[in-house]
């Protein structure tokens, strides 16, 4: 690799979740005023944005865009990170379904998380994060991963017993994560890719 490409600032994406075409009920400018606006998630980090966006562009919720660098942008105007709660109704109800298929189209990545986990303490592990993986799941898991990796969530499914649905586990440790800004432990939100 060379200098001028490690220099190269790492582009982030974004999936909409809410497209509000006359912008955000809380602006208190006439309507005239508002620009389109929205809210979306961050594909490599799972952070949430306000997303102000060119009046000139109209978007479908699904859509990605470009949040950073602003160079790289083309319909993003400005964007800021927020919270759950300060989603609309609309973005909250699109989240779980804009989750569940990222974990589905980025398998490798996130069958990567069950074969690369490791502990936090000397009591817990990462693996112990996920909703319904106690102690006798988790430890089926990590044999199984000193056997041979996993390739992906049906061979998951597969090899350990007693795990149903690996990638809808993830799914719900990601939505639990996004909802609960005091959560201890983030495994997944915020992190950088």
């Known amino acids: 690799m060379t200098d001028a ?4 600032p790492t582009v982030r ?32 980090n799972f952070r949430l944005y306000e997303v102000a966006f060119d009046e000139d562009e109209r978007l479908t919720i699904g859509t990605r865009v470009v949040v950073e660098p602003a160079e790289e942008r083309d319909v993003v105007v400005d964007f ?19 989750v569940a298929d990222l974990v589905e189209e980025e398998e490798e990545r996130f069958v990567g998380f069950y074969n690369d986990a490791q502990p936090i303490t000397l009591r817990l592990h990462q693996l112990n994060l996920l909703p319904g993986i106690g102690k006798k799941l ?13 390739e992906s969530f049906e061979e ?25 800004e005091d959560l201890k432990y983030k495994t997944f939100v915020g992190r950088e890719a």
């Open 13 to 44: 994406h974004a999936v909409v979740l809410d497209y509000l075409p006359h912008g955000l009920s809380d602006d208190g400018r006439p309507q005239y005023q508002k620009s389109p606006a929205g809210y979306a998630l961050g594909l490599e």
């Open 156 to 180: 998951l499914e597969e090899r350990v017993s007693g795990l149903h649905d690996p990638a809808e586990v993830l799914v719900e440790r990601i939505l639990e994560e996004l909802r609960d």
């Open 80 to 98: 800021r990170e927020v919270t759950y709660d300060d989603l609309t109704s609309g973005a909250e109800s699109e989240l779980e379904y804009v």
């Open 5 to 8: 490409e490690s220099d190269e």
């Open 138 to 150: 988790r430890n089926s898991i990590l044999d199984e991963r000193k056997r041979k990796p996993f």
